[in-house]
């Protein structure tokens, strides 16, 4: 067994990862001093586990090996090529992609125990949506598509228990996250601005003319396209607006339904600009500023780069060559991963593992699909990371706010549970068709092998001191 504990004298604080990989070199190695910025060289297992971590969830020894032998450049062409999760590799649950519809509207109408009997069966369907995300990122093989997914939910939030359990229209929204992830930025901010989840979760549906909700409006400005700073009171008043009438129809699967009835369509004035204007053109002004793409790319830049550190200039150069391509988004992520930053040294290991990382990614790194798989929606719970339920609109901020003192005992009980899989045989599975379920997993480690590796919240590059440890197992 194999144990290394890193010791920098400049950490202020102290978080816990777990790698599980069967290849020596990729397991005892800290991050590079200096590697090649070229994206011409030849990808090396530091690099390989490094993209694949970022870009993806987990980096098991066969998606290293696969990645040995290409170009920087081919290789971020092979991840970028994941990015399109349209298709699921698991067939969703048949109680929410079915053509059966739930009566939502009729809630109301129940007697009380019928409404607790309602909201019981919606609680189950949100538990199978759940449980079906895991094992879609579990199996899936294009990690990458999950990881932009991700990214995607945690950017456009709608929280199910503030959506009265209407658990169809967030399922739809995923699936739309997952159809429009991939695409364009302008395309993706139409279908939420229209998206039942959505409109629910930020009260539009009770947005009209004669008294305007400004919560869409707001995020839209503030969490979704600008950032704070770049919008005045009156930008959001107007925006709500141009917001009026948009609304859903519970009678039809949660489609978009626009009411004309409830709109306002006199003059608005947004950014200096003056016009009759709708969502659509809302969305053409703001990204017609240098503000809109600075803002994702930070956003981005905190996936794929760095929780802790940024290069203000570095930002700035991407968000313009990204706006060259009107903001198709796998040209971002290609422009993320082809960064200098991205292969600096100094990046690396700046970035917290979140509760889905440090869980999913390790199950993917190792190749062992154990019995307790399917709790895994609730271990993410208690880690701080529950699917569909970030704690407000801005999301889960990540960064050190994965890793406060109550969380560090849990993510350590949690890697000794993974750890434990690596000792002796595989696990049985108590259920012969669990692997199928989850959608079959990779070949498995032989042997134990593994990593523990520290990190400080604020990273100054590589540690002062290493000290490591060789024991000889019987």
């Not at 999950?146 to 929204?173: K, M, P, T």
């Not at 992520?333 to 991205?342: C, G, K, N, W």
């Amino acid at each position: 067994m194999l144990w290394t504990k890193v010791i920098n004298g400049t950490m202020k604080g102290l978080w816990l990862l777990i790698q599980a990989s069967a290849v020596a070199l990729v397991l005892g190695a800290l991050p590079t001093v200096a590697t090649p910025q070229n994206l011409s060289a030849a990808m090396t297992p530091g690099d390989a586990r490094h993209l694949l971590e970022r870009a993806g969830i987990g980096a098991h020894p066969d998606e290293i090996e696969t990645l040995l032998g290409l170009t920087r450049a081919q290789a971020i062409d092979a991840m970028v090529g994941q990015l399109d999760v349209s298709a699921p590799f698991n067939e969703p649950p048949t109680s929410l992609s079915g053509d059966a519809h739930v009566h939502y509207w009729i809630l109301n109408d129940y007697e009380e125990q019928d409404r607790q009997a309602f909201r019981v069966e919606r609680d189950k369907e949100m538990g199978e949506l759940r449980r079906w995300w895991i094992r879609e990122m579990l199996s899936t093989s294009s990690p990458a598509g999950e990881r932009l997914l991700l990214i995607w939910s945690n950017h456009f939030v709608s929280a199910y228990g503030s959506l009265n359990e209407e658990v169809h229209a967030l399922y739809n929204q995923h699936m739309m996250l997952r159809d429009k992830g991939h695409g364009n930025f302008r395309d993706l901010l139409q279908a939420v601005v229209r998206d039942a989840a959505m409109l629910n979760y930020l009260d539009n549906n009770n947005n009209r003319e004669e008294q305007p909700n400004e919560n869409l409006a707001r995020e839209l400005l503030e969490l979704f396209v600008l950032g704070e700073g770049h919008y005045t009171e009156k930008d959001v008043r107007e925006v709500a607006r141009a917001l009026t009438g948009y609304s859903y129809s519970q009678l039809r699967d949660f489609e978009f339904q626009f009411e004309p009835w409830s709109h306002d369509d006199r003059s608005k004035t947004i950014l200096g600009r003056v016009g009759r204007f709708d969502a659509d053109d809302v969305i053409d002004i703001l990204l017609d500023t240098d503000a809109a793409a600075i803002f994702i790319v930070e956003t981005f830049w905190q996936s794929y780069i760095s929780d802790f550190e940024q290069d203000r200039a570095a930002i700035e150069a991407l968000a313009s060559a990204w706006r060259e391509t009107d903001y198709e988004i796998s040209e971002l992520v290609r422009l993320m991963l082809s960064s200098e930053a991205f292969w600096d040294p100094r990046y690396r290991g700046t970035i917290v593992k979140s509760p889905v990382d440090l869980m999913i990614g390790t199950l993917r790194s190792g190749g062992r699909l154990p019995e307790w798989w399917p709790t895994l929606s609730g271990q993410l719970e208690g880690l701080g990371q529950h699917l569909f339920e970030a704690p407000n609109v801005a999301g889960w901020p990540g960064g050190a706010d994965w890793i406060p003192p109550a969380r560090l005992l849990s993510r350590t009980e949690a890697l000794e549970q993974l750890a434990a899989l690596y000792d002796g045989p595989a696990p049985a599975i108590e259920e012969p068709e669990a692997v199928a379920a989850a959608g079959g997993m990779m070949s498995p480690m032989q042997g134990r092998a593994l990593s523990l590796r520290y990190g400080a919240e604020d990273f100054e590059g590589p540690p002062t001191m290493v000290i490591r440890g060789y024991k000889t197992r019987a």
